[in-house]
């Protein structure tokens, strides 16, 4: 299965705009909703959050009142896809619960990417992270066995393994280890562009939904784990935005975004067993599409370029599919669970010298006991 984004037909602009009800709609049901399904509610949210806060970062930064104009108008019909993505999250799902499907979605997304990802650092990067998040799934388990009392793999369906991956207290690091190497616009493959844009999207959702969620719980514990979390979620927007080139016009980075919302909402549909929601992403994928063209033609009238010629192809492949990844994610934990960055490459523990920056910097921040460590001890009682 393959995309091809120049071969599908956009809903005109005036024509998406949605009336409350109509962005509006039911939530799906907690218990019986499918694990993927749950996840890929996660992550069109955060598809839609990353555009329109990029069109804000541009619309700062651009003195063009066309392009702002424009750019104002395709933000608005993203802001109410986001309401209509993320209203579909029930309201007795917990926060807890909400944070395991985040979680199993940043081990299944990461996975799929770095498997179908040409790009060999690009893949690295993807994979130190991927072995950061398994461990996330696992600490939140713990403090969902606390909390509620529940099995966090009532919430993975047993699809995606909940333990230990890379241990959270060593994941925190100095500023300067996140530092990465970015591709070459030029040269990288459409399939690298939308890999980037889609984890940055994912991790920077995970960061925020942490950061506007952790405080809502009274337990202590709970409180520090939340943010000991979105910190290394920080980190990880700060490792993989870098991965992006720079050198890409706003307009050229605002394309290929639409470009990646179209995209996703497309691999959504073709894996959708919920066809209330299927039609959703059907929907949206129509919308993004014309949101696509609508940036590529601002790009030909003030840059006079093609976004044909700055893919140099038609087609996206593969599709990216949230499934069970258990035999991949294990091997790379089998062979990578002691890398560390030094230097923007991933070396060795043991190779890394005694003033590589992260050695101070977590025992500065580890110096009063850890929570992700805490939340193991005090789950194995309750569990004991
Ligand atoms: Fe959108
Ligand atoms: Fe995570
Ligand atoms: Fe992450
Ligand atoms: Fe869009």
Same mark, same amino acid.
């Given at each position: 299965?393959?995309?091809?984004?120049?071969?599908?037909?956009?809903?005109?602009?005036?024509?998406?705009?949605?009336?409350?009800?109509?962005?509006?709609?039911?939530?799906?049901?907690?218990?019986?909703?499918?694990?993927?399904?749950?996840?890929?509610?996660?992550?069109?949210?955060?598809?839609?959050?990353?555009?329109?806060?990029?069109?804000?970062?541009?619309?700062?930064?651009?003195?063009?009142?066309?392009?702002?104009?424009?750019?104002?108008?395709?933000?608005?019909?993203?802001?109410?896809?986001?309401?209509?993505?993320?209203?579909?999250?029930?309201?007795?799902?917990?926060?807890?619960?909400?944070?395991?499907?985040?979680?199993? +979605? =940043?081990?299944? #997304?990461? %996975?799929?990417? &770095?498997?179908? $990802?040409?790009?060999?650092?690009?893949?690295?990067? !993807?994979?130190?992270?991927?072995?950061?998040?398994?461990?996330?799934?696992?600490?939140?388990?713990?403090?969902?066995?606390?909390?509620?009392?529940?099995?966090?793999?009532?919430?993975?369906?047993?699809?995606?393994?909940?333990?230990?991956?890379?241990?959270?207290?060593?994941?925190?690091?100095?500023?300067?280890?996140?530092?990465?190497?970015?591709?070459?616009?030029?040269?990288?493959?459409?399939?690298?562009?939308?890999?980037?844009?889609?984890?940055?999207?994912?991790?920077?959702?995970?960061?925020?939904?942490?950061?506007?969620?952790?405080?809502?719980?009274?337990?202590? +514990? =709970?409180?520090? #784990?939340? %943010?000991?979390? &979105?910190?290394? $979620?920080?980190?990880?927007?700060?490792?993989?935005? !870098?991965?992006?080139?720079?050198?890409?016009?706003?307009?050229?980075?605002?394309?290929?975004?639409?470009?990646?919302?179209?995209?996703?909402?497309?691999?959504?549909?073709?894996?959708?067993?919920?066809?209330?929601?299927?039609?959703?992403?059907?929907?949206?994928?129509?919308?993004?599409?014309?949101?696509?063209?609508?940036?590529?033609?601002?790009?030909?009238?003030?840059?006079?370029?093609?976004?044909?010629?700055?893919?140099?192809?038609?087609?996206?492949?593969?599709?990216?599919?949230?499934?069970?990844?258990?035999?991949?994610?294990?091997?790379?934990?089998?062979?990578?669970?002691?890398?560390?960055?030094?230097?923007?490459?991933?070396?060795?523990?043991?190779?890394?010298?005694?003033?590589?920056?992260?050695?101070?910097?977590?025992?500065?921040?580890?110096?009063?006991?850890?929570?992700?460590?805490?939340?193991?001890?005090?789950?194995?009682?309750?569990?004991?």
């Amino acid at each position: 299965m393959t995309f091809k984004p120049f071969e599908e037909e956009g809903t005109l602009i005036e024509d998406q705009f949605m009336n409350w009800n109509k962005m509006i709609v039911p939530p799906y049901d907690k218990n019986s909703v499918d694990a993927y399904t749950r996840t890929r509610v996660i992550l069109m949210n955060g598809i839609e959050n990353n555009s329109v806060l990029t069109s804000h970062a541009i619309a700062r930064m651009i003195d063009n009142d066309e392009i702002k104009r424009q750019l104002a108008l395709i933000r608005r019909v993203d802001s109410q896809q986001q309401q209509t993505v993320n209203w579909l999250t029930p309201a007795n799902q917990s926060v807890v619960e909400t944070t395991i499907g985040y979680e199993q +979605l =940043a081990v299944d #997304l990461t %996975a799929n990417l &770095a498997r179908n $990802e040409p790009d060999d650092y690009f893949r690295q990067v !993807l994979d130190f992270a991927l072995i950061e998040d398994f461990d996330h799934l696992f600490r939140y388990g713990c403090l969902m066995e606390i909390l509620e009392n529940k099995d966090p793999s009532s919430i993975t369906q047993g699809r995606t393994e909940v333990k230990p991956g890379r241990p959270t207290e060593i994941e925190h690091r100095h500023p300067y280890d996140e530092m990465r190497e970015h591709f070459n616009k030029d040269t990288a493959s459409i399939k690298t562009k939308m890999n980037y844009h889609t984890i940055v999207s994912a991790e920077q959702q995970t960061e925020l939904f942490y950061k506007s969620h952790g405080f809502m719980y009274g337990n202590d +514990l =709970a409180r520090k #784990l939340y %943010a000991e979390i &979105a910190e290394i $979620e920080e980190q990880h927007v700060s490792q993989y935005e !870098l991965v992006g080139d720079p050198n890409e016009t706003p307009l050229e980075r605002m394309a290929l975004i639409q470009l990646n919302e179209a995209y996703n909402y497309y691999c959504c549909a073709q894996t959708e067993p919920d066809e209330r929601i299927r039609g959703i992403w059907e929907e949206f994928m129509s919308d993004e599409i014309t949101h696509f063209i609508m940036c590529n033609e601002l790009m030909q009238k003030f840059e006079k370029r093609d976004i044909g010629d700055i893919l140099r192809a038609d087609t996206i492949k593969p599709l990216i599919v949230l499934e069970p990844n258990k035999d991949y994610v294990n091997h790379v934990i089998d062979t990578q669970v002691d890398l560390q960055p030094y230097n923007m490459r991933f070396v060795r523990t043991d190779e890394l010298p005694s003033d590589w920056p992260s050695f101070a910097f977590r025992e500065e921040m580890n110096a009063g006991g850890v929570p992700s460590e805490d939340v193991v001890k005090r789950a194995e009682k309750i569990v004991a």
